[in-house]
């Protein structure tokens, strides 16, 4: 029996002036608040699991969990919990049930089912698979979750060109990690602008 495979999505609850705080300050706040809105619903519309994997949404706060109506019904809906970034990524990593886990965010319009169907193949070859963003970060983290799980993000400058890197630095001398396309992340205006001009709006 093949183990399963495993989406998580992390999401913030949509509201008003609670979601994408840097591009507000660009386009205002409904506007990056309907931004937001669209791209989680055309995200989960995409990435649904139709069976190749099985598909979660980690959402923030915690207490949207109990907004079932709102989220898709073949995605399960679990909390975040509480911490940093990097606490709640790797709380995820730990306690999902055993298989490789990727976990993408909900701030790349460019992101499609083909990147999540690569990087559970890489898993198949690699301990750990990443998606770069073209400002240092990364849209896409994977782990293969054997013969350990690796506490992949401890003394990560979060938002920073490093972000990236310092997560690289948590992995052992003996573990490998591959590298997807390099996609972007809208979180202001001038990204936002370049997906407008040239992106696949689909």
Same mark, same amino acid.
């Given at each position: ?19 994408? &705080? ?111 963003? &073209? ?24 938002? &920073? ?42």
């Amino acid at each position: 029996m093949s183990v399963p495979r495993h989406l998580v999505i992390f999401a913030k609850a949509p509201r008003l002036g609670r979601v994408k &705080s840097r591009l507000a300050r660009d386009i205002g706040l409904v506007a990056a608040w309907a931004f937001y809105r669209r791209t989680l619903a055309s995200v989960l519309r995409r990435l649904g699991g139709g069976g190749r994997w099985q598909a979660w949404v980690a959402v923030t706060p915690d207490a949207w969990v109990a907004h079932q109506a709102l989220w898709p019904a073949e995605w399960t809906i679990i909390p975040q919990g509480q911490g940093g970034l990097g606490e709640r990524m790797d709380r995820a990593m730990r306690l999902l049930p055993p298989g490789p886990v990727v976990i993408v965010g909900t701030d790349v319009p460019g992101l499609r089912r083909r990147h999540v169907e690569a990087a559970f193949a890489a898993l198949g070859r690699h301990d750990a698979v990443f998606g770069p963003a &073209s400002d240092g970060g990364y849209w896409l983290v994977g782990l293969r979750r054997r013969p350990r799980v690796v506490r992949l993000f401890g003394n990560v400058r979060w938002s &920073s060109e490093h972000a990236l890197a310092d997560t690289l630095a948590n992995l052992g001398p003996s573990q490998t990690a591959a590298r997807l396309d390099m996609l972007e992340d809208v979180d202001d205006g001038a990204a936002l602008a370049r997906w407008l001009k040239g992106g696949d709006r689909r």
